[in-house]
């Protein structure tokens, strides 16, 4: 029997005779607490149960108990939904192995949705992240996580390449940035551009900023692309636009400044899981009426759409891609890494919101964060569009990109659609995690 | 032979022919329960205290940034302070409401303060949770796994070769038992939380260099895990092999409060602890908050008096987790801050090492002692002050001036030079501390009638 086992038998009896307590929608503690059934107290203490070299012994604990404690929630097993919260409690910790990490940022959100006060928790850590982001902090994490991980940087890559064929022989060129890359993609495009063998084209960038924190910072960024641009010779100009605070899919032409005679390309990095489900649609809809050469959809692998109003469902699915991203998060830091604490407090973010907030509540802050799978994504964007592969040279691209990482990257053959080309897959260590996708109307 | 050996001048000391300052160097002992009236003043007192311990971290930053740090420094002082009161009043949807800003402001990588919040988020996030669960009954946990005693045992390692405390224990203690074994020559130790034993090969050595040789030396060894146990009597039995000396080794998995004491079963409680009537009994306890040592305070003590060993050598943290929960968190954040600041001096944020230590031992404590019950997670009367406590059931002190405290300046003028680490004498009892707070307290005490 592992030590998690023997501790959950140890503990059971506390938690038998409980009444509900989630009843309640404060944090208050009972009234009367229960009783020790032990005639001698004597004490438990916390230690350190994981810690990177934990055996068989404790694999794999925290997976077990946080879903043990979600179908709790869903049962409304509050004497079993009490035990298993101590226990993720006693057993977690946000600076400790894998399993301690996801315990614990599982377990804030398991205690958000048992009392009932996700909104609140979630619109509190983004008005505290807001806070204290700024831009060399943001732009610092971004660089850091693309020198370590190509989580980000293939997206970019393929999408650069894509578009730069797409843009073949134009000269006056618009790009539309829906995302939150803070414009790191840019800059290679533009070295490709300035060495096009003809003449150089113009472009326009208008980024579209959605996500609540990436506004703040982004002021900053116009400057430092204007300058790049004119260090690189190409003729340049740089529109930001506020995306957040009406719907997507209600920006105009006019707004987007496109204008007659461009070759546009609208390029959209992690941007369609952060819109409202029922106005996907519509926002694909816009992208159509841009009448663009080619569209960029990078979107990260996971479903949490399909099952939102599943809770139990739903939390496996993010309990399945979280770990994913965790475990990928920590091979590829350094054990003491800001960079990468900073990364997982966002993850916790996005848990919150996905498993603990209403959405029918209308959050005006914050992003959906209801991700699509690739084949969900291919499914809405036939609609107005058709795929384009990406090119034997755009691959290569991308393969010599994985090649600059350490171990564990690939391009993974996407098996639903097998007649079909479905876009790129980035996997780590065999499992799919970024899907990048280039269409055209 | 130790007296032989040249005394070195540690560096803030005066020039006495103990070289250790003496006690009018007014070291704050944080042993005072100050009642908490009001926290801003607990801010401003804590935040001057911090800077004038932090005085080298930022010399080399201009301006701006020590502004800006010393005011997010403050604010997160603030913040964790507010977050205890309303812990302490159980106002735990406001507590929780103030514990995203000071994660957000904290992290395990940054600087002494921001190091020492995060643990202390951590602990506070727990905390919160188990109240409103409303679960802190006590309840027994059969043993920290091997794993988990293995994890403990690397930490201290490290934690060994980056501060001073473990040798000032083992150097302080060996020698006091050793003069108190002067003229004995069947000996028995009883180590209350034995661990691997690290202690006593530098005791063994003494011993064996005495011109008067023991006819017998035992110990017992308590601790949780039998296996763990075992190991630890394996590698004694090794040591003192190698020296020649007679001993034996009496493992005792159990929590020496848990012992029956019933008095008129003395000679069995002397049976379950291994103990000959012949014998010369040592007792000795290295304290820390890792987990529960003694199972029972009041009856560790009532044991200590009926068995009246000739001497008992405790080091203490100078930590004292009696009182309201506010008042423990307050001292508990003091001391800390002191620790994280030793630890940190002068290495860069990013030392796994430290990094270790932090986490597997400190965060572990201060985990511990920010949960309900605090260190032993029951409600429990607990000793506040075991040196106190002894000098109150009948035990004296017996001084640590002398050798035991030559000892310990001796090793802090030794390697990598512990500079910043103070060693006061008060009362023939020694000191280590971090600048101006005391952290640990190594005292020895026999029993008042020897008869």
Not at chain 2, 306 to 328: A, C, M, W, Y
Request: proline share 4%; with cysteine.
């Amino acid at each position: 029997m592992t030590s998690v086992d023997s501790l959950y038998n140890n503990t059971l009896f506390i938690f038998f005779t409980q009444k509900s307590s989630m009843e309640r929608t404060h944090l208050s503690p009972y009234t009367n607490h229960p009783q020790t059934t032990t005639k001698q107290p004597i004490s438990h203490t916390y230690s350190d149960p994981g810690g990177g070299e934990a055996g068989p012994d404790n694999d794999k604990w925290a997976s077990k108990l946080l879903l043990e404690c979600a179908q709790s929630i869903s049962y409304k097993d509050y004497g079993k939904i009490n035990h298993l919260l101590w226990m993720l409690n006693e057993l977690s910790s946000p600076y400790g192995d894998c399993d301690q990490k996801l315990a614990y940022y599982f377990l804030q959100a398991l205690f958000c949705k048992a009392t009932e006060s996700g909104n609140r928790c979630y619109k509190s850590l983004i008005s505290v992240a807001d806070k204290s982001h700024c831009f060399d902090s943001a732009r610092k994490l971004i660089l850091k996580f693309q020198e370590v991980s190509p989580w980000t940087t293939f997206g970019h890559v393929a999408s650069n390449g894509a578009i730069l064929e797409a843009f073949d022989g134009e000269n006056k060129l618009h790009i539309i940035d829906i995302s939150n890359t803070l414009c790191t993609q840019w800059p290679t495009l533009l070295e490709a551009l300035a060495t096009r063998s003809d003449d150089t084209p113009s472009l326009k960038l208008t980024v579209v900023v959605t996500s609540t924190m990436a506004r703040s910072i982004m002021k900053e960024i116009t400057q430092r692309m204007e300058k790049f641009a004119r260090l690189m010779g190409v003729p340049f100009e740089f529109n930001l636009i506020n995306g957040s605070n009406k719907r997507l899919w209600q920006l105009t032409k006019e707004e987007l400044n496109v204008q007659e005679g461009e070759a546009i390309a609208v390029n959209c990095i992690g941007a369609l899981r952060r819109v409202e489900v029922e106005d996907r649609g519509d926002v694909i809809r816009l992208f159509s009426s841009l009448n663009p050469r080619i569209v960029t959809v990078v979107e990260e692998e996971a479903d949490f759409t399909s099952s939102r109003f599943d809770f139990v469902k739903c939390f496996e699915e993010c309990l399945r891609y979280y770990t994913l991203y965790f475990e990928m998060l920590e091979e590829s830091f350094t054990p003491t890494s800001n960079e990468r604490l900073m990364l997982e407090r966002e993850c916790s973010r996005g848990i919150v919101r996905v498993l603990t907030c209403d959405d029918e509540q209308n959050i005006d802050s914050g992003d959906c964060e209801r991700r699509e799978k690739g084949n969900q994504w291919c499914e809405r964007l036939k609609e107005h569009f058709s795929l384009v592969g990406f090119s034997d040279d755009v691959v290569d691209d991308v393969k010599a990109l994985l090649k600059r990482y350490r171990t564990g990257w690939s391009l993974a053959h996407d098996r639903t659609n097998s007649n079909e080309d479905s876009g790129m897959m980035l996997a780590w260590k065999d499992e799919p995690v970024v899907w990048a996708s280039a269409w055209k109307p | 032979m130790l007296q032989s050996l040249h005394l070195q001048h540690p560096p803030i000391s005066s020039t006495t022919s103990s070289s250790v300052k003496d006690s009018t160097m007014n070291m704050n002992t944080n042993t005072s329960k100050r009642p908490i009236h009001d926290s801003t003043d607990e801010i401003t007192e804590f935040s001057g205290e911090i800077k004038r311990r932090n005085i080298n971290e930022h010399e080399h930053e201009d301006n701006s940034l020590t502004v800006e740090a010393e005011s997010s420094g403050l604010r997160l002082l603030g913040l964790l302070l507010q977050c205890a009161e309303c812990v302490a009043v159980e106002n735990l949807n406001r507590a929780n409401s103030l514990l995203p800003e000071i994660s957000e402001l904290s992290s395990p990588f940054g600087s002494s303060l921001e190091r020492v919040a995060a643990y202390f988020a951590e602990a506070l996030q727990a905390r919160i949770i188990s109240s409103y669960l409303g679960t802190y009954s006590p309840l027994s946990i059969k043993t920290l796994t091997l794993a988990q005693n293995q994890r403990i045992h690397n930490a201290l390692q490290s934690y060994n070769s980056i501060t001073p405390f473990i040798k000032f224990s083992h150097f302080t203690s060996n020698q006091a038992i050793f003069q108190a074994l002067e003229h004995e020559e069947t000996v028995h130790i009883i180590d209350l939380d034995i661990m691997q034993g690290l202690q006593w090969p530098g005791l063994f050595h003494i011993l064996a260099s005495r011109p008067r040789k023991l006819k017998s030396l035992r110990i017992t060894g308590i601790g949780s895990s039998h296996s763990l146990l075992e190991a630890t009597g394996v590698r004694l039995h090794e040591f003192a092999n190698s020296l020649n000396l007679p001993f034996e080794f009496i493992p005792l998995e159990c929590k020496i409060g848990n012992i029956s004491s019933d008095s008129t079963d003395f000679t069995e409680f002397l049976t379950q602890l291994g103990i000959r009537s012949d014998e010369t009994v040592v007792v000795h306890w290295l304290h820390h908050c890792l987990y529960d040592v003694t199972g029972s305070d009041y009856n560790t003590v009532r044991l200590l008096r009926l068995l009246k060993p000739k001497l008992i050598t405790v080091i203490e943290q100078d930590l004292s987790h009696g009182g309201s929960f506010l008042n423990r968190f307050v001292e508990a954040l003091h001391y800390y801050s002191a620790l994280f600041d030793a630890v940190g001096d002068g290495v860069e944020p990013e030392n796994v090492e430290r990094f270790t230590v932090e986490r597997q031992l400190f965060g572990a404590e201060i985990k511990n002692i920010v949960a309900v019950g605090g260190p032993k997670r029951t409600g429990e009367v607990k000793v506040e002050k075991w040196g106190m406590e002894l000098g109150r059931v009948g035990f004296r002190a017996v001084s640590l001036a002398g050798n035991p405290a030559s000892q310990a300046s001796l090793l802090l003028g030794m390697f990598p030079p512990w500079k910043g680490y103070t060693l006061v004498e008060e009362s023939g009892r020694l000191k280590l501390g971090w600048k101006d707070l005391s952290l640990v307290t190594a005292s020895a005490w026999e029993p008042l009638d020897l008869d």
